[in-house]
């Protein structure tokens, strides 16, 4: 393939690019302070200071008391170690849990594997939004109910859950609730006390921090035990030596997406308005998934009618344009993604969806750019489309009758 | 996504024959949308029967166009005997392969070539030897994927 003249990654919700000051945060710590933080000698007990320090300064983010934050290898340890730490402490007060119809897979596949080990799990339904009703969520509430996992902002179509709401109905049921809040920290003002979670889980390289580092919070007093059998780490509650230089990292890298946060964020939703304005101005038989206005701030994902969504992707490749997909195709199995089922699409058109996420490095120009591609290319796959030839000769056969 | 050859991201790029014929002497559709593949080959015959000209039309990922494409350069100019002749097996060595995932998508090639060759068939009140009527749907018989 012809390498194309510009490239413009509106990938962010899939990864990010590690920030220059958290490369420089994190180097002295792979080979200077190179200690085991468990060390007694000096060596041992920098590395555990920094550790300290990353811990404080997260949490000051987070408006949470620095032990009740876990470090772990990513997002998916964290939620595993959530939903199924949690209902195997609580088991004694039921084997019930309560998710969405529109979660990761992180949190699905730890619901199957848990539904395997004789626990329940209750999915509730979106609106066309993809925004979960909390009278549903009361509803569906039982006298074993454990847990339940919300998305906070949905990795796929950004929308963003009430989760006060949600968290409120928990607490007046008893009911212990874990936010997944991957997607969601760096791009929403969280404070963990104010909210009033029992468990949040978060993940590095969505905010410019590497992959391979994320953080599980728990309340204090919430019961769970190590998701990994070995040492005395993270108060005993998550064995395995720290992962120091990644840990630096995350910490600097939220610090720079809270000290800028407002104009950061304010920036990125005034480009990703634009983007939506311009394509269902500019494109035909288009729509846009998830909320309107309660989505995370560099979330764009659209349907386009007729056309499929690897062919889409692949085209956008070739103009330097990288994105994602929830057809099916795109990603190796034969059904669309759940999400975009979930909020009422129909298979075919499902197919032919693209997600553009942006993020901190995204201008106007690269958005521009996408958006004139997207025409030709929504263009070009539309004149190849047998669908699209159906629907202009049924559109001819009605204007010919009248 | 799946990783593809350069051939196959050539004709995905550059797909040949894509288009429609005017009042085709056969056509043919199969595949479905909500599979997310759909393929129409046109074909016009001459009275020899031999394929003037072939054009497509795929909804579909880049292995389904390409596979489309590939086709159909496969058996323009050719006999109908010749046609019935090329398998999905030919259209994918024509491409250097395709990811283990997307070998369905040449079945869907030759499937629309024969679709359009029963309906020249038909048209024409003519049996082809060796041809059997297609299934309109090739993903009907398919089982249910594990998903993990």
Redesign the interface.
Known sequence: MSHPARTVYLDNAATTAVAPEVIEEMLPYFSRYYGNPSALYELGQQARNAITDARERIAAHLGANPPDLYFTSCGTESINWALKETMFAYSQNGRHLITTSVEHHATTHSCDWLKKRGYEVTYLPVDQYGMVDPAQFEAAIRPDTVLASIIYGNNEIGTIQPLEQLIDVARRHGVLLHADAVQALGNLRIDVTKLDVDLLSASGHKFYAPKGVGFLYIKKGLRTRSFLDGGAQERKRRAGTENVPYIMGMAKALDLCMANFDERVTRETVLRDHLIKRVLAEVEHCRLNGHRSLRLPGNANFSFEFIEGESLLLSLEQRGIMASSGSACASGSLDPSHVLLAIGLPHEIAHGSLRLTLGRDTSRADIDYTVEALKEIVAHLRQMSPLYEDFVAGKKQLSARK | ??SYS?KV?EH??N?RN?G?IANPSGVG?VGN????????VYFDIDDKGVIRDVKF?????????ATSSMATELVKGKTIQEALEVTNQAVCEALDGLPP?KVHCSLLAEEAIHAALWDYAEKNSIAIEGLVKPKSDIHED?A??E??
């Open positions: 996504m799946a350069e991201m995905f790029a797909p894509m429609e559709t949308a909500q599979c997310g593949d759909i393929m129409r039309k795929t909804f579909g990922c880049a292995a389904a166009v995932v398919e249910e994927e998903d993990y």
